[in-house]
């Protein structure tokens, strides 16, 4: 049974720089699609980036263009979220997600579409 674990969450000042990490266990080495989601208390989970299995696509959402970057390391289904000028309105949950996609290169950002989830690491950006 396929496992995702993240790491990499904690405190810090609007303006920093955090990188979360998330690493799949107990399957294959298929290569799986791979994204971030956040939830910040009181609301939606929210899509934050996504890479394809093949690794050469990816996708941000609007609100983490340009400070976030999503890439793939060299291990087999592992995944990091290098997130830069960091903001207060950053803090949530943040969790891994995993899908075997139809095509390598999807990048398809519906939370509802992965079936695999991490427990979360908590993310807090102080003013």
């Known amino acids: 049974q396929v496992q995702l674990v993240e790491t990499g969450g904690g405190l810090v000042e609007a303006g920093g720089s955090l990188r979360l990490s998330c690493a799949a266990s107990g399957g294959t080495d298929s290569p799986y699609a791979m994204g971030w989601f956040r939830q910040a208390p009181g609301k939606e989970r929210e899509f934050v980036a996504v890479?394809?299995?093949?690794?050469?696509?990816?996708k941000c959402a609007d609100s983490v263009k340009e400070r976030f970057t999503i890439s793939r390391g060299n291990a087999a289904n592992t995944v990091f979220l290098q997130m830069n000028s960091l903001k207060p309105e950053d803090t949530a949950v943040y969790y891994c997600?995993?899908?075997?996609?139809?095509?390598?290169?999807?990048?398809?950002?519906?939370?509802?579409?992965?079936?695999?989830w991490g427990p979360g690491t908590q993310v807090t950006v102080s003013s």
């Open positions: 997600a995993a899908r075997q996609p139809n095509t390598r290169s999807s990048t398809f950002s519906g939370a509802s579409a992965y079936p695999l």
């Open positions: 890479i394809s299995a093949s690794g050469d696509r990816t």
